[in-house]
């Protein structure tokens, strides 16, 4: 069977169905700049900027080790096949709508292909009835709409034989795109109208007889594809308007434009070099910004950009060094901002109950600790007395002291207006140490109660309840987050600041280090302003906390393990 080119769409149409699971891996890439324009009668322009993209290879598991992605709708929809083609490994068509794998593939036929798709539920692509290692296949192009499939086949009298047709590409007004192959092995391009079964050819203006594939429609009717020039060399072109536009990558030995979105943002493949040293790469074109290169992280060298939607994410495929052939997909990583609110830690309750034995016993379920850390808990009347002590918290791995229970020898009543009180650590022969949460004022026959986190510097200071907000900014052409803090309520001085994997309430490990912020005499951060380089991933929602600490980044850590400096003093989810 012959390949193409393929592009856009949707469809929901379903000749079988196949639930396979699409194993995703994910990393990060950049569309680099081209290198500078080598003389090209196209006259193309190079990129001035850089989109980075999230990649994810997605293959069919009925096989791994061939897949090619061709298109792409809207909604995310993705038109594709597995099989190589080679004897005994036939083409499958299929969509991929999220994780679900549907087959689709023409009635009958032994091998199919899906090669685009629209927003409108048609999908389009060619098959055949044949799959032979000593000759040619027949390709026949066809569409699928309202749960019928159709062939397509362009009235020509000088087919090849045998003859080839292929449907590639369909916009939301059902107009298709593809071509057939003459007699002499030239490609024609052609638009078929599937309301009306009209037909009409896409040519080079002013040479007729050059072999050229139409690949790709959009909604405005522009079109993409590829053509032989007269000097022999493989140039992709768009066709928008009145105009016809050569596309040829600036140093490359061949082009071919294989997609096109509403804005006329163009996607294909172009080769460096020739012979055992050519290499494949893909790449985006637009109007305004010119030739950008694309390679997934896992092929570079061999990457065909075959499909794009209006949101600029892309499909293909790529040889991985095993020899398979995945398919691809990348998503454009876009400058993102949020702001968030700062929470004072620790958090939590503090519940008190008698014992059987008559003594107060206190229930502690909290986190925002340091990790490992160990806490006094006491009952402090009102005027600052310790009425008594009960035993000592112990913080797990992840900053949580979940339902500790913990008791005193004190039998006497709880005076009203008295808290429970925990402390910064659990030194040895010590007295009192700062406090760094405490409930509300006990009131008569009320046993459970919230945990108000507390700073209190050692010369006895206090701000208030330490409080903020943080916008949290990636750039991905950057590569940076930014981290624009204000707060207060904090000790005066330096304080350490970490992004760390986990969140507030399950703590884990540094993902960037932040220059420490300064509290001002008032215990005031304002509006200061810290940036991280060398970013190459976006921020995952959810997964990771801004964590700003009471103490400096000299002092927080001792032989690489937290020091009671350590303790989150603010701290929010991103």
């Known amino acids: 069977m012959k390949f193409a080119s393929k592009r856009l769409g949707i469809a929901l149409a379903v000749l079988g169905t196949s639930a396979l699971a699409a194993g995703a891996v994910t990393m990060v890439a950049t569309a680099s700049p081209a290198p500078p324009p080598a003389p090209h009668a196209s006259g193309a322009m190079l990129t001035s900027s ?42 499958k068509g299929y969509l991929l709508d999220g994780t679900a794998y549907s087959g689709e593939n023409f009635p009958e036929s032994v091998q199919t292909q899906v090669t685009g798709l629209n927003n409108q539920g048609v999908s389009v692509g060619f098959w055949s009835d044949e799959n032979n290692a000593n000759q040619m296949n027949d390709n026949v192009g066809w569409y699928y709409r309202g749960g019928v499939f159709h062939s397509v086949n362009f009235p020509a009298r000088d087919n090849a034989s045998p003859p080839v047709n292929q449907l590639l590409g369909v916009n939301d007004s059902d107009v298709a795109v593809g071509f057939y192959t003459d007699a002499k092995g030239n490609n024609h391009g052609y638009e078929y109208r599937i309301g009306s079964g009209g037909f009409r050819a896409v040519t080079v203006p002013g040479d007729q007889g050059a072999s050229l594939t139409a690949a790709a429609i959009n909604d405005h009717g522009d079109v993409a594809g590829f053509y032989t020039d007269r000097a022999g060399s493989t140039v992709g072109f768009l066709r928008y308007g009145g105009t016809f536009r050569a596309l040829a990558y600036p140093g490359a030995s061949a082009t071919q434009a294989l997609g096109v979105n509403d804005h006329d943002e163009v996607v294909g493949v172009y080769t460096d070099g020739t012979g055992n040293s050519a290499t494949m790469h893909g790449f985006t074109w637009t109007p305004g910004s010119g030739f950008a290169s694309v390679d997934d992280p896992h092929g570079v060298g061999a990457t065909t950009v075959n499909g794009v939607n209006d949101r600029g994410d892309l499909v293909g495929f790529y040889t991985d060094s095993a020899g398979n052939t995945d398919g691809f997909s990348a998503t454009p990583q876009r400058p993102t901002s949020e702001t968030v609110r700062l929470t004072a830690m620790p958090q939590g309750s503090a519940a008190l109950s008698w014992t059987s034995a008559g003594t107060l016993a206190a229930t502690i379920n909290a986190f925002g600790f340091t990790p490992g850390s160990a806490h006094n808990v006491a009952l402090v009347a009102p005027d600052g007395t310790v009425l008594t002590r009960f035993d000592g918290v112990v913080a797990n791995g992840a900053g949580q002291v979940p339902d500790e229970v913990v008791y005193s020898t004190d039998t006497a009543q709880i005076p009203v207006g008295s808290r429970v009180v925990i402390t910064l650590d659990q030194p040895a022969g010590a007295v009192a140490s700062p406090a760094i949460a405490e409930t509300s004022p006990i009131a008569s026959g009320v046993m459970s109660y919230r945990l108000r986190a507390v700073e209190i510097a050692a010369d006895g200071a206090n701000f208030g309840t330490p409080q903020g907000t943080a916008t949290i900014a990636y750039n991905p052409s950057a590569q940076t987050i930014t981290v624009t803090l204000t707060a207060s309520g904090l000790t005066p001085g330096p304080h350490a600041a970490h992004i760390h994997v986990g969140s507030c309430q399950n703590q884990g490990p540094v993902q960037y280090m932040l220059m420490d912020f300064t509290a001002n005499g008032r215990g005031q951060i304002l509006h200061q302003v810290r940036t991280v380089t060398g970013v190459t991933s976006p921020v995952p929602s959810g997964t990771w906390y801004l964590n700003l600490h009471q103490g400096d980044s000299n002092n927080i850590l001792a032989n690489g393990q937290p020091t009671v400096n350590f303790r989150p003093l603010l701290c929010s989810g991103i």
């Open 50 to 91: 850089h989109v980075s993209y999230s990649f994810s290879t997605l293959n069919n598991n009925a096989d791994p080790t061939f897949n090619q992605l061709l298109g792409i709708n809207n909604s995310g929809v993705i038109a594709g096949y597995l099989g190589s083609g080679a004897q005994g490994h036939p083409n």
